[in-house]
């Protein structure tokens, strides 16, 4: 979800499902026909056994260690691979840089 209105970051947490896609530009259902043009790359989100709290996650085949995201990162669609646990795992987003961003200095 948007972190911080004007910025274009999202915060990341676990996923409640085993797998999303989001299809970015598509017409919502009953919307009229040229509501959504279709054109944006999928967003895929794996997160097989969605356990409460993130262990790892990777982006793009990447591992990300941050608990956010920039919209940019996402708008030529993206795969976030996660692996949940039932336990906080106290490692993950827990390095310089790696809480979302502050709205203020502080």
């Given at each position: ?5 004007g910025?274009?970051?999202?915060a ?11 299809r970015?530009?598509?017409?919502p ?16 989100i ?10 790892s996650?990777?982006v ?19 795969t976030?691979?996660y ?6 795992d ?7 840089g790696?809480?979302p961003?502050?709205?203020?200095a502080?």
């Amino acid at each position: 979800y948007p972190y911080a209105a004007g910025q274009g970051v999202f915060a990341l947490s676990a996923p409640l499902f085993d797998r999303a896609v989001l299809r970015p530009g598509l017409a919502p259902a009953g919307a009229s026909a040229g509501a959504g043009s279709g054109t944006g790359r999928p967003i895929v989100i794996s997160a097989p056994g969605a356990g409460k709290y993130i262990d790892s996650l990777t982006v793009n085949g990447r591992q990300h260690d941050a608990a956010w995201i920039t919209g940019a990162r996402l708008s030529g669609g993206a795969t976030l691979d996660y692996r949940t646990g039932s336990r906080p795992d106290p490692g993950w987003a827990a390095g310089p840089g790696e809480a979302p961003p502050a709205f203020c200095a502080g």
